[in-house]
């Protein structure tokens, strides 16, 4: 497997509190990404990273902001926790001047909102 | 905007026999497609990687195949087994960095 952590595994919080997702790697790869994956909908791009402190919004960015401000930690945070975040979030990593640029996949976050 | 649609959303084949799952997308322009596995209450694994100047990718029982300007890309699995039962996922990257997956087909491989 990629060297790809999260943390943490598991998190249940209570509406209007806020929250910080981490994602670690070991493997220097330059983009980074993170992803929240419900039923009927799939996976969807939250925000990503294609450098340090270089980050950019994907389809679901409301409600969500990030930081990088290391090669190796891409932080998720929710302001202010809504039941509709209730999902599961995935980080991903990929390099394009790695192997063939593939994203790997960390084990996921399941969060639950109350 | 990008669409990736996979069908069918479920499959069940019996073991042994060979498979093909569908992915299409409505935009041409995108830079590389990706094939992915998830077993229950896991993360995606990998599983073939094809760049848009490609057409196809193998890897063991696995081959993908695009066709980028239908919009369409193909994963076949030969002599399925068991073990290949999970649900997968294509995506498309596209040339504005931004990643799209369709839903997936869950597949069932039966004893």
């Known amino acids: 497997d990629a060297g790809i952590t999260q943390s943490p595994r598991h998190k249940v919080t209570e509406t209007g509190t806020p929250v910080t997702l981490r994602c670690h790697q070991t493997e220097n790869h330059r983009y980074m990404y993170w992803y929240r994956q419900d039923p009927g909908h799939g996976l969807r791009l939250i925000h990503y990273?294609?450098?340090?402190?270089?980050?950019d919004k994907g389809e679901v960015s409301d409600g969500y902001s990030v930081s990088r401000s290391k090669t190796e930690d891409f932080l998720l945070t929710l302001e202010s926790a809504t039941s509709s975040q209730t999902s599961v979030y995935f980080c991903a990593i990929s390099d394009p001047l790695k192997g063939r640029g593939e994203q790997y996949f960390g084990p996921g976050t399941r969060l639950t909102v109350t | 905007k990008q669409e990736v649609t996979q069908i069918p959303a479920a499959l069940s084949v019996p073991e042994g026999e060979n498979l093909v799952l569908n992915c299409s997308f409505t935009?041409?322009?995108?830079?590389?497609l990706q094939w992915f596995r998830q077993d229950p209450g896991k993360g995606l694994t990998s599983l073939l990687l094809i760049q848009s100047s490609q057409r196809e990718q193998t890897s063991g029982r696995l081959n993908a195949s695009l066709d980028k300007s239908s919009g369409r890309s193909t994963l076949y699995i030969a002599a399925s087994q068991p073990g290949d039962s999970a649900t997968y996922l294509c995506a498309v990257e596209g040339r504005d960095d931004k990643i799209i997956f369709g839903k997936g087909t869950r597949l069932h491989i039966l004893p």
């Open positions: 990273s294609y450098g340090v402190k270089d980050t």
């Open positions: 935009d041409s322009a995108i830079y590389n």
